[in-house]
């Protein structure tokens, strides 16, 4: 029974720990204006181009609105999208799957904190 209480509790700590970590990251990436690409062949033949909407909510970015950039992937997002994909406890990126990194200045102090 004490063994069942236990790993109840760490793995609730584990879901924290992702959430958190999450909060963190969305904290620390700016937001970026979406600017719609002019039209192409490639655009208009669906090759290469990125998508128009928000594939969590699938709803039209609409031109300046502030978006969240995933880092590493560079995928594109609504920001509260994006926070409630992570409060869910998803730690990837919704389209490519990759995980979450956070942007490197902030991995180089973490790590030359622990050394």
Not at 68 to 87: D, I, N, Q, S, Y
Request: proline content about 9%; charged content about 25%.
């Amino acid at each position: 029974m004490a063994f069942l209480l236990i790993s109840e509790v760490l793995a609730a700590l584990k879901r924290w720990r992702s959430k958190l970590a999450g909060e963190r990251l969305l904290d620390s990436v700016p937001d970026v204006p979406y600017h719609p690409l002019p039209d192409s062949d490639a655009a208009a033949a669906g090759e290469g181009s990125p998508p128009s909407c928000c594939v969590i909510c699938i709803e039209e970015y609409e031109r300046g609105e502030r978006c969240f950039v995933m880092p590493g992937c560079a995928h594109m997002f609504h920001r509260e999208c994006m926070r409630k994909w992570l409060r869910q406890g998803n730690p990837t990126c919704p389209i490519s799957r990759a995980k979450l990194v956070a942007p490197a200045e902030e991995r180089v102090s973490t790590a030359e904190d622990m050394v």
